[in-house]
């Protein structure tokens, strides 16, 4: 056995042993608590389940629930117990169930507490198992009575499994004093557990390392789903443990005079945001470069929050677009996302799992709008939205995210600013001209670089995106009704009238 595995017993859940820099240190007492229904059999069936890979003796005695119980909630997660693992039901011996022997000069839990322990050491000396999960200890705190009695029992079953060499889990489902804080003073580690339920969704999940006497770990909440086969730990983002090399280079949108309005094109391992009132373009300008990545012969991810793919396949095609052959081909990942049932902690993964096994180079979130939805804290969603943008530039990837701005003409309000997380800031707009609705697209930030600073005419159509001349005729186009100062040959041509102007 390798150092490794002699020192730390893995949970055999990949998140969670990250977020634990390897797993349990063995030979040690750890406590995993929350409220029921937060996940934790399920974590205890996956640690022991690990360890009978591993060839161990494992041990699950339960105070709460029975055998038939256990085995059903394995089955659920297509989770198959191993005949390494032992399930002691652990119930009161009969004489307490049996009102006529019955104590009467002591009372009953004084004999409980003490047949209850007996019945722990004894399961445990006929196995004598590597890991061991007890559940739960709020039926040894009701059995205590007292704060005093319930901390010695506690450091009664610490020294007894320290003596053993087992590495030992005990379950607490706070139910009967969530704010009794004795196990913590005396476990070696403790994950808390908590079930979240927004107003709107399903359930949201997310655990936190509270203690680990000895080891770094990994702070802060991380989100987790419970799905079939079992728990999945979505491990904080942190953008600075993830460093890939890459050429710096500029990546060109495949339309010239859009080439031209960002100063050659996007930088290779940076960030563009899209932004404009609904319907100017904001996808398309993303897609635009999404198809001129296929050409380059990269891959591209595309994460849609606000649009249903079937209809997002039918328009862009009629654009000349044919994503959906791109995805059957695999030369782009494209993912429709419900922002009620995706956590940011799971979203980031996704996004993190297309860059390391897809190996895509171009990246697109839309919208920001959409991925607010799923966390409804802005200050939350500023630092998730910098950390995932760190790591898509470290990667080397290009990434485009689009806001939709509220309003159509005139004074535009974001639901959320994000203009100074990303490299390159694109604004689109509508404006009225010579009785018509038209499109302008105006780069007014980018940090890698020189860019036009014009405001251009831009029209879509079957024939794609069409980016026109600079805009020099008129004054006041981003604000939605501008004054004209010349002629209007500047503007693109209408394919379906003739135009006259006096």
């Given at each position: 056995m390798s150092d490794r595995r002699r020192t730390e017993a893995k949970t055999g859940i990949a998140g969670l042993d990250e977020i634990l820099c390897g797993?349990?240190?063995?030979r040690h007492v750890f406590l995993l608590e929350g409220a029921p229904g937060t996940?934790?059999?399920?974590?205890?069936?996956?640690?022991?389940?690990?360890?009978?890979?591993?060839g161990e003796r494992c041990l699950y005695i339960t105070l709460s629930e029975t055998e038939e119980e256990l085995r059903g909630t394995a089955a659920s997660h297509n989770l198959e117990l191993d005949e390494k693992i032992e399930i002691f039901e652990l119930v009161p011996p009969e004489s307490l169930l049996n009102a006529d022997q019955q104590q009467s000069l002591l009372y009953s839990s004084d004999l409980e507490l003490g047949e209850t322990t007996k019945m722990i050491f004894g399961s445990f000396e006929r196995l004598r198992p590597s890991r061991v999960v007890i559940d739960s200890l709020s039926e040894i705190r009701l059995l205590a009575q007292s704060s005093l009695r319930y901390r010695r029992q506690i450091l009664a079953l610490k020294h007894f499994f320290a003596k053993s060499g087992a590495t030992v889990l005990l379950l607490d489902d706070m139910t009967s004093d969530a704010l009794d804080k004795t196990v913590h003073s005396v476990v070696h580690?403790?994950?808390?557990?908590?079930?979240?339920?927004?107003?709107?969704?399903?359930?949201?999940?997310?655990?936190?390392?509270?203690?680990?006497?000895?080891?770094?770990f990994r702070g802060g909440f991380h989100d987790f789903v419970i799905h079939t086969g079992g728990v999945r730990v979505f491990p904080r983002l942190r953008a600075l443990e993830h460093k890939?090399?890459?050429?710096?280079?500029?990546?060109?949108?495949?339309?010239?005079?859009?080439?031209g309005l960002l100063g050659g094109g996007i930088e290779r391992g940076s960030s563009t945001l899209l932004i404009g009132p609904a319907g100017t373009g904001k996808s398309l300008f993303a897609l635009q470069f999404v198809d001129a990545a296929v050409n380059r012969g990269e891959r591209a991810a595309v994460f849609v929050f606000d649009e249903e793919l079937g209809l997002l396949f039918a328009r862009t095609k009629s654009m000349g677009f044919d994503f959906e052959r791109m995805?059957?081909?695999?030369?782009?990942?494209?993912?429709?996302?419900?922002?009620?049932?995706?956590?940011?902690?799971?979203?980031?993964?996704?996004?993190?799992?297309?860059?390391?096994?897809?190996d895509?180079?171009?990246?697109?979130?839309?919208?920001?709008?959409?991925?607010?939805?799923?966390?409804?804290?802005?200050?939350?969603?500023?630092?998730?939205?910098h950390e995932l943008l760190q790591f898509l530039n470290r990667q080397g990837a290009a990434t485009f995210l689009t806001v939709a701005q509220h309003g159509l003409v005139g004074d535009m309000k974001s639901p959320i600013d994000v203009t100074y997380?990303?490299?390159?800031?694109?604004?689109?707009?509508?404006?009225?001209?010579?009785?018509?609705?038209?499109?302008?697209?105006?780069?007014?930030?980018?940090?890698?670089?020189?860019?036009?600073?014009?405001?251009?005419?831009f029209s879509i159509s079957e024939r794609g995106l069409m980016v026109g001349e600079p805009l020099s005729a008129f004054q006041g186009v981003l604000r939605g009704v501008p004054t004209f100062a010349g002629d209007g040959h500047s503007l693109l041509s209408d394919s379906n009238e003739d135009r006259e102007h006096s």
């Open positions: 797993g349990f240190t063995r996940g934790k059999t399920t974590i205890a069936l996956q640690f022991l389940l690990e360890g009978a890979a591993l580690g403790v994950i808390h557990l908590e079930q979240l339920a927004p107003e709107y969704g399903s359930e949201r999940r997310r655990l936190r390392i509270m203690k680990y006497r000895g080891r770094s890939a090399e890459f050429s710096r280079g500029m990546l060109g949108s495949g339309v010239a005079k859009l080439d995805r059957d081909e695999g030369k782009i990942h494209i993912e429709q996302l419900d922002a009620s049932e995706v956590s940011p902690g799971e979203f980031a993964q996704r996004v993190r799992d297309r860059v390391a096994d897809f895509a180079k171009t990246v697109v979130i839309d919208s920001i709008n959409g991925y607010q939805a799923a966390m409804p804290e802005e200050n939350a969603l500023i630092l998730h939205m997380l990303s490299d390159t800031v694109i604004l689109l707009r509508y404006f009225e001209a010579f009785g018509r609705v038209r499109r302008a697209v105006s780069v007014i930030k980018k940090r890698t670089g020189r860019h036009e600073e014009t405001i251009r005419e």
